[in-house]
């Protein structure tokens, strides 16, 4: 099926767009996560809004960084709601590619 050059020229601006944000968000979120870490914060709620946040945009290698790192800290606090995390990522994210797994 052939489809037609303005559906084309959408779907490279909804591609662009797409990675414009993640990028976006790759930049916003280091700051907050690097604080977390930094300060090996306990505060679960701060921590889990950061990982809801984030989960959205593992698509791009530099968030998703942060989020092992954020669920590799949080491991700590509490396993079993990291566990949650991981497996949410698992089936939002995860694929047959090396390098998709927590």
């Not at 052939?2 to 490279?12: G, M, Y």
């Not at 976006?24 to 505060?43: F, G, N, T, W």
């Not at 949080?74 to 998709?100: H, V």
Request: hydrophobic share 35%; proline share 5%.
């Amino acid at each position: 099926m052939k489809t037609e050059p303005a559906t084309d020229k959408a779907i490279i601006s909804l591609a662009r767009d797409l990675r414009e944000l993640q990028q976006q968000a790759a930049q916003q979120y280091e700051p907050v996560v690097d604080d977390i870490l930094r300060a090996c914060s306990r505060d679960i709620h701060h921590i889990e809004h950061v990982l809801d946040g984030l989960l959205d945009f593992c698509g791009r290698e530099p968030v998703l960084e942060m989020y092992k790192k954020l669920c590799r800290h949080y491991w700590e606090i509490d396993p079993a709601a990291t566990a949650s995390y991981i497996n949410a990522y698992r089936e939002y994210w995860d694929s047959d590619e090396p390098g998709g797994q927590l």
